[in-house]
């Protein structure tokens, strides 16, 4: 049972540094739309702020930082058959900012455990990954599920990614295969002060796990706890922002998880 379960943690390590796990022809993606992007805090939204930070002098890596107060999460899933991207834009129109959410198999199925409005789909990650989640009393929060273990609690919104980069606390989490193959990358954070970031290398920017480690923990963005979510061809990212062109990274590949932010009315 170990040796499949180290087999399993290597294969998935694997695949982080394959890009998302869909067969889906790899597409052109568009340029990110206004690159004149600032470098300090910029408020869109009551709670949702964005700036860039240049990484290792490569590329600019897209921060939004959310307060869980002043807005809501919602995760959207479609299993086997996930729409394009324009029609993630169209379905999410409402939404202030969405992300890529869990890596997913050739059948666009998800890999580990997602919930969406209280509805549970596939099974948790063991003994490797993180979760970022919303409880039933609507607390959001981000585990290790090696520190916290899914019990198999009833949650009204989740998604799972790999390999966990900071454990609980500030600490950076053990290295392991793959971590020195540069890629695209998505991360989900949660600061000292309980908020949520959604970050990304965008379409150029590439950066191996070691690198991405060493980069968060060294950064002024004061990380708590941090995992990667699906990268590669998968990153993808839309912020709405009023009075401007909406800042979007499109993915090259169909994407049958979505992880939005909305703001309360």
């Not at 299993?79 to 997913?104: C, I, K, M």
């Not at 919930?115 to 409880?135: A, R, T």
Request: proline share 6%; hydrophobic share 40%.
């Amino acid at each position: 049972m170990k040796l499949r379960s180290t087999l399993l943690i290597l294969t998935l390590l694997w695949m982080v540094t394959a890009c998302s796990l869909s067969s889906t022809p790899q597409k052109t993606p568009s340029p990110v739309t206004n690159t004149a992007l600032p470098q300090t805090w910029t408020t869109t939204h009551p709670g949702v702020e964005y700036r860039t930070i240049t990484v290792n002098n490569k590329f600019d890596m897209v921060v939004v930082r959310l307060d869980p107060a002043q807005v809501y999460f919602r995760v959207h899933y479609y299993a086997g058959d996930p729409p394009d991207f324009s029609q993630w834009r169209t379905e999410l129109a409402n939404a202030v900012v969405f992300v890529n959410g869990n890596f997913f198999d050739e059948n666009n199925q998800a890999i580990g455990l997602v919930v969406s409005d209280g509805n549970q789909y596939g099974y948790s990650l063991v003994d490797f990954g993180g979760m970022f989640e919303i409880d039933t009393n609507g607390m959001v929060r981000m585990r290790s599920l090696v520190q916290e273990p899914y019990q198999g609690e009833f949650l009204q919104q989740a998604v799972q990614g790999f390999p966990m980069l900071v454990k609980v606390g500030g600490v950076r989490a053990p290295t392991g295969e793959g971590f020195d193959v540069p890629s695209r990358r998505t991360i989900i954070a949660q600061d000292m002060q309980g908020r949520i970031l959604l970050m990304s290398t965008g379409i150029s920017g590439t950066i191996s796990l070691n690198d991405l480690q060493v980069w968060l923990l060294g950064s002024d963005l004061e990380i708590n706890v941090a995992f990667n979510l699906d990268g590669g061809r998968s990153t993808a990212l839309v912020l709405t922002r009023p009075g401007q062109d909406p800042l979007f990274i499109p993915p090259a590949s169909d994407l049958p998880i979505m992880l939005a932010v909305y703001a309360y009315q």
